[in-house]
């Protein structure tokens, strides 16, 4: 009779032993391709990322927003030329150089209107060199090689009973149910960054138009400093990245299979949230609402 009961018990002992080691082959493999697509989608240019969607929103930017940021242009210099006219004493107090400076108001105006699709490109240009720069730094791999993090699985398995091997199964479906979630949230940064900066480069005309003003100037300064906080998210995206990189590194020192298992979902988790919160701290940085 026992031996019928030790039957069952190896039996039940090996499906349990064998559905973790099934869970745990290629649990990380969709996260490790991922976060592995970071250092060289955040490198990328507008231009680069897809050329297909940078020209249509280069077309945009000349033929249709372009057109309306020459008609704000027009009231903002017309509103400035008033202003700079009616503060000297009401016409009592014209100067000539008041004229020579709203003159060169509507060329540096003009050009910015006309010359603004360079610009911004080339803000985010600018953004990519300390992006490279820092690739070049940055050492270490963000591969979770599971194996070698846990080390004998086959060992550590081996050794336990019934009850903590169900309890392992369980641990396991759960994180390869929520790893392809997390894998979701970094692809979801990246794009959602991407789709953002052609967003900005699209309109980048009519804020510009109101530089020259001191009242309507705002509009413009606000969206630089949201043109370079977008840039600097990507040098951000990096960071993390390589923390994540130092930490996956050290999971090694983990003292058995549910420690590592836990500390590379864990790191993970960190990495998608500290992925999300780049946006508001560069916007923050930056003073960009």
């Not at 970071?38 to 927003?65: E, H, K, Q």
């Not at 392992?168 to 789709?195: D, N």
């Amino acid at each position: 009779m026992l031996n019928i009961l030790n039957v069952i018990l190896d039996w039940i002992k090996d499906i349990l032993t064998q559905c973790i080691q099934d869970n745990l082959n290629g649990m990380f493999d969709q996260i490790n391709a991922e976060v592995g697509t970071i250092a060289g989608t955040v490198g990328l240019t507008p231009a680069a990322w897809n050329a297909g969607v940078f020209s249509m929103i280069r077309a945009l930017s000349d033929n249709v927003v372009v057109p309306v940021a020459g008609m704000i242009l027009t009231f903002v210099l017309c509103y400035e030329l008033i202003s700079m006219i009616i503060d000297r004493n009401n016409f009592h107090d014209i100067e000539t150089f008041t004229f020579f400076k709203w003159i060169f108001k509507c060329f540096v105006a003009v050009y910015f209107v006309t010359h603004t699709f360079d610009i911004t490109v080339a803000v985010f240009e600018l953004a990519q060199r300390m992006v490279e720069r820092s690739a070049g730094i940055i050492t270490g791999t963000t591969a979770i090689d599971f194996a070698t993090a846990a080390g004998n699985i086959a060992g550590q398995l081996e050794s336990m009973g019934i009850g903590e091997l169900f309890g392992l199964l369980v641990e396991t479906l759960l994180l390869r149910l929520t790893a392809p979630i997390m894998s979701l949230c970094v692809m979801l940064v990246l794009v959602g960054r991407m789709i953002e900066i052609y967003v900005y480069c699209s309109v980048g005309a009519i804020p510009l138009a109101t530089m020259t003003n001191r009242e309507w100037g705002q509009m413009g300064q606000n969206y630089l400093r949201g043109l370079a906080a977008l840039g600097l998210q990507g040098f951000f995206i990096m960071i993390c990245v390589a923390i994540y990189a130092v930490l996956i590194g050290e999971i090694g020192s983990a003292g058995n299979i549910h420690a590592a298992i836990w500390r590379c979902a864990g790191y993970t988790a960190l990495l998608c949230f500290s992925l999300f919160k780049t946006s508001s701290v560069s916007r923050s940085i930056c003073n960009a609402h």
